[in-house]
């Protein structure tokens, strides 16, 4: 089992859907959580942090399930920018930060 | 202005050959990183520094050599270069605080490195 498993995708919805992404992990000793957005051939960039309590920033909503051992990143309203692939990243403590394979949305008109 | 930089951009050569990727940070942090990523998009985690000290060293053949000169600095050299060996390759940095948790990694752009 991975320790970071996100479902591939590909997403293909129309703008203004709302679409959410899942992320479970394997060690339940993990710290930290966050999502992070790569568009293509580009450098992965922060999206937002995840934390138990869960966390919105605009259009974005990230939840955190430690019983469960999942992520999730909520978009309402998506635009035709948000198309990009999303990491479902896991800190397990010190340096060690374990990136999920990511997820593609891709967003039409 | 770039916080994290890396040359070259693009880098083609034979299997066989030794090369090298320089990675600066203007940021002033402590922890740099080395990342894989393959042609299936998997973004692996090859090393770490901090302050200059290896911290995380994953399961990469000792062809892969890191060396950080300075906080500012961390170039990954390879030699003998073989065909796996193609992928993009990016260096990252991270800002003080709790041994890296919690703590937002900033990307280079990436280096694509093409063997053939």
């Known amino acids: 089992r991975k320790e970071v498993e996100q479902d591939p995708g590909p997403f293909n919805v129309p703008e203004g859907a709302t679409v959410a992404f899942n992320c479970t992990y394997s060690?339940?000793?993990?710290?930290?959580f966050f999502w992070y957005r790569q568009d293509c051939r580009k450098e992965p960039k922060l999206l937002m942090s995840v934390y138990s309590s869960g966390n919105e920033d605009g259009r974005f909503t990230a939840q955190l399930n430690r019983a469960s051992q999942y992520i999730s990143l909520l978009i309402r309203d998506s635009k035709l920018s948000d198309s990009a692939t999303y990491l479902c990243v896991v800190n397990k403590g010190g340096f060690k930060t374990i990136f999920g394979a990511g997820t593609r949305l891709f967003v039409k008109a | 202005d770039t916080a994290v930089s890396q040359t070259p951009k693009y880098l083609v050569t034979q299997m066989g050959n030794d090369k090298s990727i320089k990675c600066e940070q203007n940021?002033?942090?402590?922890?740099m990183y080395w990342y894989k990523q393959d042609s299936k998009k998997f973004l692996k985690i090859m090393f770490s520094y901090n302050n200059k000290e290896l911290i995380i060293n994953e399961t990469v053949p000792n062809r892969f050599s890191p060396k950080s000169p300075d906080k500012a600095h961390l170039n990954l050299h390879i030699n003998s270069l073989e065909l796996g060996d193609s992928a993009v390759y990016f260096c990252a940095s991270s800002p003080p605080g709790l041994a890296g948790s919690y703590n937002e990694q900033f990307f280079g752009p990436g280096t694509r490195l093409t063997v053939l």
């Open positions: 940021l002033g942090h402590d922890t």
């Open positions: 060690n339940s000793a993990s710290q930290s």
